[in-house]
């Protein structure tokens, strides 16, 4: 499809009701159609993947081409370049939350980038980073828990940011990474009754959370290959 094409389909396909829910979710998206996920989802699985049209659907600015963009774009042709380009264009969770898990969580740069965001100043580039970091454990079935342990300074100091995506960006990334295996999830307890009992506040909600989640979550070891 072009991307004429792919925007015409938005703009029949989206509703005056769905697009005022989006602040609900706490979605703020200046340019949207109103196009439930499902629908996109669907739509997309109907089509190829092509990195150009991504691009142009990336540079409309609307809400849905976005996410349709990170949807369709091919993981194997995404530079470090773009996806630094593309998350300077975040602005809200559910871009930044779908490019991440679409399509950045796929490319060679995921664990580079996770780690660079993870000081970014702006509120979403910071939020992608631990997004990586929960996406990672989709996807890293053999790696050892080494390179997740090293990751939880960069969520400890994250915790400490008391803007609210990047507060429950970083609580995503504990509680994933605390449940991939045993080892993990006796070092996220520890991480997080520490937290629970820092003098930030951010530190302490994070902390409090996780440790509920992963208290009633114990993963079983996993089976060797």
């Keep these: ?13 989206g509703s005056e009701k769905a697009r005022k ?8 998206a200046p340019k949207a159609y109103g196009i439930p996920m499902a629908a996109l989802l669907a739509f997309t ?20 081409a976005r996410l349709v963009a990170a ?5 194997a042709l ?32 995921a664990w580079d980038k996770a780690r660079e965001w993870s000081s970014a100043t702006p509120e ?36 400490r940011d008391e803007r609210n995506f990047v507060m429950k960006g970083v609580n995503w990334a504990l509680r994933r990474i605390g449940g991939r295996s045993p080892g993990l999830h006796a070092k996220c307890i520890a991480l997080a009754e520490r937290l629970a009992k820092a003098p930030e506040a951010s530190c302490r909600w994070v902390g409090k959370d996780a440790l509920r989640f992963l208290a009633s979550r114990k993963p079983k070891p996993r089976k060797k290959r």
């Design 1 to 13: 499809m072009t991307r004429d094409e792919v925007v015409a389909w938005l703009e029949k396909s």
């Design 21 to 28: 829910e989006l602040p609900r979710y706490g979605i703020v």
């Design 45 to 64: 699985k109907k089509q190829a993947k092509d990195h150009a049209l991504a691009e142009a659907l990336w540079k409309t600015g609307w809400y849905e």
């Design 71 to 75: 949807m369709l774009d091919d993981p």
């Design 78 to 109: 995404v530079t470090a370049r773009q996806m630094d380009r593309w998350a300077r264009d975040f602005d809200n969770w559910g871009v930044c939350d779908t490019v991440c898990w679409h399509l950045f969580d796929l490319t060679p740069h």
């Design 124 to 159: 979403f580039v910071k939020r992608a980073a631990f997004a990586l970091m929960a996406g990672r454990v989709r996807h890293e079935k053999t790696t050892p828990d080494a390179r997740f342990v090293a990751l939880l300074p960069l969520i400890e100091g994250g915790a």
